[in-house]
């Protein structure tokens, strides 16, 4: 079993910047890939970045390159999504996830998720 905790979400104006969080326990974090996902009022969740369990490779939905930053500390059993350059349209519940296996960017393959954080970006 693997338990993860986001964190660091608020409200945050266009043009600035949120550091969540998803501390994970239970588990080997070194052996799990990891993910964000992102669920707006009204529609369904979608793919935000993931990263693989060594923290070599990234992705990132198109929506979010070049402005959210994907990370891992496997020492601290924690995962980082540097957001910066917010935009009204980043507003969502963000939820964390792990999975066994490789990075992936469907949801369906996740078998672990945070209890999730808002983030409100205000125009």
């Known amino acids: 079993q693997v338990q993860l905790v986001d964190s660091g979400g608020g409200l945050v104006q266009a043009g600035g910047s949120l550091r969540l969080s998803c501390a994970a326990s239970g588990r080997t974090f070194s052996s799990l890939a990891m993910g964000w996902f992102r669920q707006a009022a009204g529609k369904e969740r979608e793919f935000v970045a993931a990263?693989?369990?060594?923290?070599?490779?990234?992705r990132y939905a198109d929506s979010v390159k070049g402005r959210f930053t994907i990370s891992r500390d496997n020492a601290k059993t924690t995962m980082y999504l540097q957001m910066n350059n917010l935009k009204p349209e980043d507003t969502a519940v963000y939820y964390c996830?792990?999975?066994?296996?490789?990075?992936?960017?469907?949801?369906?393959?996740?078998?672990?998720w945070g209890q999730g954080t808002q983030v409100t970006v205000s125009s």
């Open positions: 990263i693989t369990w060594s923290g070599d490779i990234t």
């Open positions: 996830a792990a999975r066994d296996g490789r990075a992936s960017s469907l949801a369906a393959l996740y078998g672990y």
